[in-house]
């Protein structure tokens, strides 16, 4: 496990404001598109901000933590300067959205590897079951604010 805040010690990773959540999402996939939408209305606070992976700091970040940003398998949610990937990441950003977010941790019923297993099945597959989309064009000028370039 990599201690917080590593990355700012990365000479690969540029600076980046780090004081809220931060989704490092692939936004090229219509499920991460859906998930970051999904961040934008469960997330009441408006504090947590959207990393498209395409990008230098997203890609950076993905380095650092070992993941694929061209063919990525999962995706981060850092919190507090602490990197979660895979099943872990929906259900501890579940818990930082509250209300309907909560429902993520059902995910805890199964056993780690399986959740892991099956959230991998399903992210090597993402784009011939759901296809692809464009998380930069959403139109909407509140979610575009969220967005870390």
């Avoid at 998930?35 to 380095?63: E, F, S, W, Y």
């Avoid at 933590?65 to 990525?72: K, S």
């Avoid at 780690?112 to 930069?136: E, H, I, K, Q, S």
Wanted: net charge neutral.
């Amino acid at each position: 496990m990599t201690p917080p805040y590593s990355y700012r010690d990365d000479p690969d990773v540029p600076a980046f404001d780090d004081s809220a959540p931060v989704a490092v999402l692939d936004a090229s996939c219509a499920i991460c598109s859906w998930g970051a939408r999904m961040i934008h209305r469960l997330d009441k606070t408006g504090r947590v901000r959207i990393c498209p992976m395409q990008t230098p700091l997203g890609a950076a970040l993905m380095a650092h933590y070992g993941l694929e940003a061209e063919d990525p398998e999962s995706w981060l949610f850092l919190v507090d300067g602490v990197a979660y990937a895979d099943s872990d990441a929906i259900m501890k950003a579940g818990r930082c959205f509250g209300g309907w977010g909560r429902i993520a941790g059902g995910l805890r019923v199964l056993p780690r590897p399986v959740r892991d297993w099956l959230y991998r099945a399903l992210a090597r597959n993402r784009y011939r079951l759901f296809g692809r989309a464009d998380l930069c064009a959403l139109p909407d000028p509140d979610f575009q604010a969220r967005l870390l370039r």
